[in-house]
C-alpha cells in the first residue's frame, strides 16, 4: 500500500463537464452522465453461467475520505479555485491510499491533471509534478511526477 499526495494548481481551461467529473473522482460531487475524462473501468465478473465476462464498473480514484486504513492519518481530497491570481483556475489537494493494482486506472487520472497543470509544475523538459508517493513502510516520499505521458510508478 503507497501513500499518494497530489497538489496541484490547474489551469482555468476546464470544461464543465470535466469540472464535474473531476469533482466525482475527488468524492465531492456527483457522478455525471457521462464520463469524459476516464471513459472505461473494466472489471471481469462472472455472469449467471459461470463464465467470465468484462463489465464497466466507473468508481471514483480519489474519493478516499476519513481515516486511513495502512498509511496513518486522514485521507481526503479538496478542490478550491484559486484566488487572486491572473488566471483564476483551481488547486487541487488529495491524499490516499493506494495500492499498486490501481496505479494503471489512478495514472490515467493523473495523466489527464498533467495536461491541465499550471505552469509552475512543469519542469523545463516537459515533465510535470502532480505531488509526492510513499511506500507504507518508509518514511521519506518520493516525487510523483508525468514524464512523456507516463507517471513514474515504482516498479
Partial sequence: MYE??????LRDEISEQE???LCWHLGIGPRPERLSIITQFPVVVEDESGMPVIEDDPYPLLAGHGAAWQVGGVLCSELAPRANQPRNGWSLTSRQEVHPDEFEK????LRWLATKA???HRLGDGTVRV???RFYETDVPDVLQ???GQVNWPT
Fill in 146 to 148: 508525468v514524464e512523456s
Fill in 19 to 21: 469540472l464535474a467529473e
Fill in 4 to 9: 499518494m499526495t497530489v497538489a496541484i494548481d
Fill in 131 to 133: 505531488g509526492s508517493l
Fill in 106 to 109: 489512478v495514472g490515467e487520472l
Fill in 118 to 120: 499550471h505552469g509552475r
